[in-house]
Nanobody, 120 residues
Framework: QVQLVESGGGLVQAGGSLSLSCAASGTILRLNVMGWYRQAPGKQREFVAV???????NYADSVKGRFIISRDSAGNTVYLQMNSLKPEDTAVYFC??????????????WGQGTQVTVSS
């Protein structure tokens, strides 16, 4: 079993910053990709940012230049630094990881989500 636990959400005023973190634990052999998605009320879950094990990253156009994704040296924790937040960034943010467990079985894992609310 692989578990992802997010932390760091909260309430912030527009223009402010928040930092999210997501720690993976359990029977992890390797996490190839770690990323963030978000889901606003009444909307579908959407891609925010992703970090690949080789070091490359990718961002949704809506957050490019404002959000920064990073991973720790072990590769099992991913962070999302969110700057210049806007009310439209309000959503539940979910951590996602794609990897392989100890048995060699590939899987895609999700955290429970953390609420980010940006007030205008």
């Amino acid at each position: 079993q692989v578990q992802l636990v997010e932390s760091g959400g909260g309430l912030v005023q527009a223009g402010g910053s928040l930092s999210l973190s997501c720690a993976a634990s359990g029977t992890i052999l390797r996490l190839n990709v770690m990323g963030w998605y978000r889901q606003a009320p009444g909307k579908q879950r959407e891609f925010v940012a992703v970090s690949f094990s080789g070091g490359s990253t990718n961002y949704a156009d809506s957050v490019k230049g404002r959000f920064i994704i990073s991973r720790d040296s072990a590769g099992n924790t991913v962070y999302l630094q969110m700057n210049s937040l806007k009310p439209e960034d309000t959503a539940v943010y979910f951590c996602n990881a794609d990897g392989v467990d100890w048995t060699g079985r590939p899987g895609s894992y999700w955290g429970q989500g953390t609420q980010v609310t940006v007030s205008s």
